[in-house]
Structures are given as C-alpha cells and as structure tokens.
T-cell receptor, first 114, second 111 residues
Framework: DAGVIQSPRHEVTEMGQEVTLRCKPISGHNSLFWYRQTMMRGLELLIYFNNNVPIDDSGMPEDRFSAKMPNASFSTLKIQPSEPRDSAVYFC????????????FGEGSWLTVV | KQEVTQIPAALSVPEGENLVLNCSFTDSAIYNLQWFRQDPGKGLTSLLLIQSSQREQTSGRLNASLDKSSGRSTLYIAASQPGDSATYLCAPIRGAGKSTFGDGTTLTVKP
C-alpha cells in the first residue's frame, strides 16, 4: 500500500489567499484525521472523520478552517483566508477503527503564509 | 481534556546505552496507546501500539509498557544506535481513534 498521501508537500502563499490541502487515506481505512504541528503548540488534532462523517471538529481553530470528506478515499482541509499564523505542517492520518486503531501518518504538507 | 506529558524533553546518550522514555497522561479511559517516531522534516512513523488490555508490547529492540490505571507508559530502547536519533511521541487513544499527543522526547545517540 502507498500509505497516506498528502498534497501539496510544500506551499508558500500570500496572506489572504485560499489554501487547500489534500489527503488520500490508506485504502480500506474508515477513520481520517487532520493534525497541525507547530513548534509552539506541538501536534494538535484539528478534526477527524469516521466513515466520511465529521465526528469531532473541536480542534479547528477558527471559521477560516474547513474540512470535507466527500468519499472514503479523499479529504480536503481548506483555509480561507489564510494568515501568517497558519504557517505550520499539516498532517493527515488514517486508521481502521476496530482493528486496534493503529494510526498511519502522511508525510505532511508544509505551509508557509507570508 | 487529556493532558500528555513526556519526560525527558531531550536526551543525549552514547551509542550502546539502554534508555527509557516516559509518558504520562491524565485520562485513563483510553482504548490503547501508540508510540511514534518522527525524524526531522518527516511524518510520524508508528513504532508500537499497546492495547488497553495489554501490559506491554515488543518490537525488536523496543519495548513499550502501559499502566493504564496510573496513566503511565514507558518506551525502552535497548542497545541504542545513532540511527535511533529522532523525536519520540506517545499518543493515548480514546474512542473512535481520537488521540492526544505529548510534546515528545528528542533523542540523540552519539557514535
């Protein structure tokens, strides 16, 4: 299996622009997670989905952030409008609920907002 | 709200030493706990998953233990090697896979 695939790997954008991060979970996994990692705050869970349904979005920092999972093989995390403080590494992860919940991470999307 | 603390924050040892990384968490109502490794500029790699019903799990030179009632887990690395240098994170996992991460222990193994 190719693992969790994220795109883009790196993005530099100007403040105010819309940013869309994409994730393809491991085939067959039914849970998907979006995390954000910064030096100041460490690794934070933003939102997670079970069977394509958002279960807990309490970690989403503001209304500027939104996430969707239109089908079992694709999810997006959108920031609109972006701000410099959104600069971070955004990780997507997936797991198979009921199998022990081992979580598999993608390589991350490195976002810089200038 | 789950709080996860990892001690020490950083550790530097000579090659060949055995070492222990500690993880404590405040909410013991977890399904399992996972240890990860993160190399600079990379994602997280799963090392070990301990089910809540287990006391420990082993993989090669790694051994992880879990004491759910006291909210503690340890990761033991035997005969450390320079390739073990990385940041190690623990994550207690609640229902539906919701996890909370510690800040990690950054390990440096000197040749």
């Amino acid at each position: 299996d190719a693992g969790v695939i994220q795109s883009p790997r790196h993005e530099v954008t100007e403040m105010g622009q819309e940013v869309t991060l994409r994730c393809k979970p491991i085939s067959g996994h039914n849970s998907l997670f979006w995390y954000r990692q910064t030096m100041m705050r460490g690794l934070e869970l933003l939102i997670y989905f079970n069977n394509n349904v958002p279960i807990d979005d309490s970690g989403m920092p503001e209304d500027r952030f939104s996430a969707k999972m239109p089908n079992a093989s694709f999810s997006t995390l959108k920031i609109q409008p972006s701000e410099p403080r959104d600069s971070a590494v955004y990780f997507c992860a997936s797991s198979l609920l009921g199998s022990g919940n081992t979580i598999y991470f993608g390589e991350g999307s490195w976002l810089t907002v200038v | 709200k789950q709080e996860v603390t990892q001690i020490p924050a950083a550790l530097s040892v000579p090659e060949g030493e055995n070492l222990v990384l500690n993880c404590s968490f405040t909410d013991s109502a977890i399904y399992n706990l996972q240890w990860f490794r993160q190399d600079p500029g990379k994602g997280l790699t799963s090392l070990l998953l301990i089910q809540s019903s287990q006391r420990e799990q082993t993989s090669g030179r790694l051994n992880a233990s879990l004491d759910k009632s006291s909210g503690r887990s340890t990761l033991y690395i035997a005969a450390s090697q320079p390739g073990d240098s990385a940041t190690y994170l623990c994550a207690p996992i609640r229902g539906a896979g919701k996890s909370t991460f510690g800040d990690g222990t950054t390990l440096t193994v000197k040749p």
